[in-house]
């Protein structure tokens, strides 16, 4: 419990936050591939946060008959990336490439407007926690001048 | 009289100690905005006032085994609460950006204002033992 683990929280903040973006790109990225089958189209990511919980850091605490579950948060973690199961686009299009049999392409299922304002809210998460960190460091430099004139 | 820097500092230590405490939950609450099903939390900054001055007074009480209640002046966390959420989200979050961004800042201004009394404490220690 010090100022330095604020940088760790607000570091999992800017790896989490970062990782969203990523798949924001890959998303918008294929949002026109284009294939015959649904099970080759791609299919819209989506990162699943979870906060992490101080115990699962310091094992030896997990122990303790008060505040084991109860303790401060230690930042953000990436459970995993889920594919988004909404309905792909089927377009009739026989003169495509990778039309099926009958004339079928199959496009994602990416929202390109969605993902927009899904990449606009991480950005700004992102600048948060790094305007977090900048303050934990700020904070830190000041105790260093403790008892100087 | 025997000279106690640990009383000598007064209050102000313990106060820049809660204010450390507080940046890091609400450090945590900004950095888990888009966590869903995240509940924001605090720190009763009062309470954990009141507890520190207990111990100061001289009335604060000692563990004699591992697992009895901690009662120290900076406590477990039993000073940690969940916020009011003053907005309903789908996903089961209760973090307001905009709030605990403020309150992070003011916070941070409130460390500012502790950091400053305990260096003028030091400083005052520092000119008594030369002589000045």
Do not use: C, W
């Amino acid at each position: 419990m010090s100022l330095g683990s604020i940088f760790d929280i607000a570091g999992s903040g800017m790896t989490a936050q970062s990782l969203r973006l990523n798949t924001t790109a890959s998303n918008i990225a294929n949002a026109e591939t284009a294939s015959s089958s649904t099970e080759q189209t791609y299919r819209a990511r989506k990162p699943v946060f979870a906060a992490i919980q101080q115990s699962m850091l310091n094992p030896s605490q997990q122990g303790q008959a008060f505040g084991s579950e109860e303790g401060p948060g230690a930042g953000v973690r990436v459970e995993g990336i889920v594919e988004s199961d909404a309905e792909l686009q089927m377009r009739f299009q026989p003169d495509h490439p990778a039309a099926n049999e009958e004339g079928y392409v199959f496009y994602p299922n990416v929202n390109v407007v969605e993902e927009m304002a899904d990449m606009m809210s991480s950005s700004r998460s992102f600048q948060m926690n790094v305007d977090i960190m900048n303050s934990a460091k700020s904070m830190m430099q000041r105790i260093l001048t403790l008892g100087q004139q | 009289m025997a000279i106690s820097l640990d009383k000598a500092l007064g209050i102000h230590q313990h106060a820049l100690e809660g204010r450390v405490k507080r940046a890091e939950v609400l450090a945590n609450n900004l950095a888990n905005a888009d966590t869903p099903g995240y509940k924001a939390r605090d720190i009763d900054f009062q309470a954990m006032m009141e507890k520190a001055q207990e111990g100061m007074s001289g009335f604060g009480m000692t563990r004699t085994h591992e697992s009895h209640m901690d009662t120290s002046p900076m406590g477990q966390d039993s000073e940690l609460m969940y916020r009011v959420p003053n907005q309903p989200s789908v996903d089961g979050n209760t973090v307001d950006t905009q709030q605990e961004q403020t309150r992070f800042m003011r916070n941070a201004m409130d460390y500012q204002a502790s950091f400053q009394f305990l260096n003028g404490k030091v400083t005052g220690i520092k000119k008594a033992l030369s002589g000045q």
